[in-house]
Every structure is written in C-alpha cells, then in structure tokens.
C-alpha cells in the first residue's frame, strides 16, 4: 500500500521542507521506497540539497512535457540508506519560478490532474511513500498537493497568526476535502507547548511539538539532518512522527 503525504502550512518557514525532506530520511532508512517531490516551484528548496541529475525539472512534468518517471533520480546511494530514495526537483531558475508563477487558475486545474497521474506512475513504479514538499498558503499550486495527497502533514509556529490562519485552512480546505491530516508543532518554546494542553487542535490529531533547536537550523545545508545525527531529538520526533501517521493512515 502506498501512502501521499503533503507537508503543508498556511504560513511561510514553518518547517515544512525541513520535515518533509528527514521524513523522506527516515522511510528510506527503513527500507521503504520513498519519493519527495519538491511542488514548491515558486520557492525550491530541494535543489540545493541534492544535485540535479536529470535535464528536467518537476515544471516539465506540470508543463505536460514530461512523465514524473523522466525526472526523478535515485539518491540512496549518496545518503546511505536500507530503502530507496528519489528525489523530484523544481527549478530554481528565476525565469522558471517567474513562468510558473504567472499561471492561471485553469493551467493549475489542469496541473492538478497532471499531480494525479504522477501519484499514479509512482504507486505503480512501486513507491511506499510519496511525499510533497509545498508552498506555503492557499494559492493553486500549494492545495494542489494537499488535494493530490491521501494525507496533510499540517506544520505549525505557535504564534497567533499561524493558529489563526491554520483554522480557517483546517476549515476552508481540509476537511471540505475531506483529507485526513494530522499537526506538527515546530519551533516552540520547551516550556510553551501547546500539545501539553491538549492532544488536539482543531479537532485534529498533534503529532508532535518540536522545540526550536540552532543546531537544525545551521546544519540546514548539510543534507539529512536525521541520518546525520540518528539519536538528535529532532531526528526521535521524525521518527515517531513517521510512524504516527502510517498507523493513521491506514
Ligand atoms: N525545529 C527547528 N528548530 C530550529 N530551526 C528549525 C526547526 N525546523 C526548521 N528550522 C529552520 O527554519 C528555517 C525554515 O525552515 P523550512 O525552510 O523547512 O521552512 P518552510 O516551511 O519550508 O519554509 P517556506 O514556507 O519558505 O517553504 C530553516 O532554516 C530550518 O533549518
Ligand atoms: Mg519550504
């Protein structure tokens, strides 16, 4: 059985990259098939963490001028895992980004469709776990990924704005799609966790409250931080994290 997570959030630098890139680390670390796709055409990340290795870019495929099977490439190797890892990457040329960005709402409805057939490819290619990295917000692109997912990763900062924006997201998006989600906690304060008070949020299940740690934020550019540092409390929280939402997955 293959699961799609996306790793969502209604504001910018939650985390999401971060933990959608060492969850990526930990499935493949497990032995699983896994594929992280970067759907952040807008801002890329991943392109500076894995080299590109193939002439196309997840934009060719949204561009309907290639198959997701032409742009991912294998990078277990390079990152020393059991499993399999394949990486899909957006352009981070400012003329890509600036294309992509200047799409209207029935090239997205037809990019959505393009998102669905991707899945497809790589549940068929035999991918346990697909995983996609999104933009921040509730433009086209980003509930793209949430409606292309079977599962949202919802990454949140506990600060006002961010819990205020989540609900109307929770709201307005997930559950009229009826997405199963669950929420992350990320860079809180040790003693302001807002999962001590309470399990759930917005009726939706906390997964975890990660506090905010320098060495995560400047061993950012180093690859993956949980394979690097297995015993880390970010990298125990990644784990438990991956397994929560397989068994709420299923
Ligand atoms: N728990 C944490 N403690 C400290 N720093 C963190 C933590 N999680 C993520 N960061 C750092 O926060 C910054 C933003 O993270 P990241 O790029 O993953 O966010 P994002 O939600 O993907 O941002 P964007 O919305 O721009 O795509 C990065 O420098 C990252 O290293
Ligand atoms: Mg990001």
Known sequence: MSITIAVHSCKGGTGKTSIALNLAGVYAASGKNVCL???????????????????????????????????????SDEIGVSGKLY??????????????????????????????????????????VIILDTGPGVDFSSINAVAAADYVLVVIKPNKPCLVGTGQVVNGVYKLLGKKCGIIENMCHETHFLHSLSNTLFDLPVLASIPCMCDVQLKTDLGIFTLKEPEHIFSKSMSKIADKILEQGD
């Not at 801002?43 to 001028?65: C, E, I, T």
């Not at 957006?90 to 003329?95: F, G, R």
């Open 87 to 128: 990486v899909g990457l957006s352009d981070p040329d400012i003329i890509a980004i600036r294309d992509i960005s200047s799409k209207d709402r029935k090239w997205q409805a037809k990019a959505l469709q393009v998102i669905m057939d991707a899945k497809r490819h790589l549940t068929s290619a035999g991918m346990d």
């Open 37 to 75: 796709l970067d759907l952040d055409s807008k801002a890329p990340y991943l392109s500076s963490v894995f080299s590109p290795q193939s002439k196309q870019w997840v934009n060719d495929v949204l561009f309907g001028k290639c198959t997701v099977m032409d742009v991912i490439h294998d990078v």
